[in-house]
């Protein structure tokens, strides 16, 4: 239920109309209430009846969980990404009307949710036309779970002939009926047909890349690859969505849609979450397999911490990430060692990293500074990526890159999506991409891969191997 107090909904609506400027055509007002318990997922199901993209994302410890519906801004740059979107979200703010009694609470007031390219020189395919350098949605309607605590928040652009009664009826009556979802209709897809892009070329970028390491010219070098699913019928994405939920319970899960489009995945991979001025970073490179049993689980992961490929590849993110913050932070902690990261099909190193921002340093800085990470281009980068641009098989798109959101509050959190996929009606491409250092072999990098592509493939009418 919204329990709203319409005479001082539409006192504010008129208070903020007639602050309107002549020389504005809108202003943005945005209201955030406390609300009963509700189901973000089941939110999400129902608000595609509205025919407007939405957007999904919930923390890999599940405490945060938000949904939005309907594009009232969005935020896009292709050029000069990281500087532009961060001016457009400052003046936006600096323009808005907000109403938030809960600044304390990250997700809540206005919210900027999108992602951006892996990268902008990358020549730009036909899969991807519809997704942006760099894209972000203020969306018309947006519920957050906040661990025990809910909240919808309503944007609307007003203008200075609107009259504040009739707006506040009209979103009074949006928000009852964006929180009124409907129960799950989607039924298990089966995947009818799948094109894996040519694998054997693929193997042999791999050798090439470690040709060139082995002469000097990188260190690392990150290849990813592409299939194309075909299913029996077009997905349904909060059943996707549900189906990650339960399969990868220690992962980001997130899903945007664009003009009927959705990038959806389940990553383990924080690039940076910021409250306030407190910030976390993660380095997480370095794969092995769950084991079958107990005693083989525990086997592998002790191989994995010890094993030189795997580690040098952790140090290279570790030493990356270091010196990218400490050019924007103080405080900067970073353990000697890693630790195991335990997932449904994988097992990463993982090492966690801390800061405090200075001065007037944002999330936006913080992003463009780490990405790409070498786990997801290699070292150094200038090399790896022309390397990448020349040799693989596929446009990344946003696969690999930075996605995730920051609020009115300072607050925000951005994931490296991958374990991800484009799903475009009936069919999809899925990515995984491997770390390939100068003793890598083709076909166990393949196999890696394989690995990697099957939380998205297993949720979209795959059976696990």
Partial sequence: MIDINMEMLEARLKQAIDSINPNEKFKLISITKQIDKNNPLQIFEGAETLHKDRFYWTSAD???????????????????????????????????????????????????????????????????????????YIPELMFTEYKETHYLTINVLASKTDDAEELADHLEAAGKSFLNGEAFSGQDLQIEKEIEIDPVTWKQSV????????????????????????????????????????TQQTSYIFAFESDGDCF??????????????????????????????????????????????????????????????????????????????????????????????????????????????????????????????????LDRGWYGAPIGWVDSNNNGEFAVAIRSGLIQGDEASLFAGCGVVADSEPEMEYEETKIKLLPMRNVLGGHSE
Avoid at 222 to 231: D, G, K, N, S, T
Avoid at 293 to 302: L, P, Q, S, V, Y
């Fill in 264 to 393: 959806i995945g389940a990553t383990p991979e924080r690039l940076v979450k910021v409250e306030k001025s407190n910030l976390l970073s993660t380095c997480l490179a370095g794969t092995a397999p769950r084991g079958q049993t107990a005693e083989e689980d525990r086997k592998i992961g002790k191989q994995l911490l010890t094993d030189e490929k795997n580690r040098q590849e952790h140090e290279f993110v570790v030493k990356m990430i270091k010196k990218a913050l400490l050019k924007s932070c103080k405080h900067v902690e970073i353990p000697k060692e890693p630790v195991l990261l335990r997932l449904e099909n994988l097992q990463h190193l993982y090492t966690p990293v801390t800061g405090q921002l200075m001065g007037d340093y944002t999330i936006f800085n913080v992003v463009e500074e780490l990405h790409p990470t070498p786990a997801l281009g290699g070292t150094p980068t200038k090399e790896s990526l022309a390397f990448i641009r020349e040799h693989e098989l």
């Fill in 207 to 246: 050798r090439q890349a470690t040709e060139e390491i082995t002469e000097g010219k990188a260190e690392k070098i990150v290849l990813a690859r592409e299939i194309r699913l075909h299913f029996d019928q077009q997905a349904n994405i909060a059943s996707v969505i549900k189906n990650l939920i339960k």
């Fill in 62 to 136: 599940r405490n945060l969980t938000f949904t939005g519906v309907g594009k009232l801004h969005v935020l896009e740059a292709n050029e000069d990404r990281f500087a532009h979107t961060e001016e457009q979200w400052k003046a936006l703010l600096k323009k808005a009307t907000i109403d938030n009694p809960y600044e304390s609470i990250p997700g809540t007031g206005i919210v900027a949710f999108g992602g951006m390219s892996f990268d902008p020189l990358e020549e730009t395919t036909a899969l991807w036309k519809k997704f942006q350098q760099s894209q972000f």
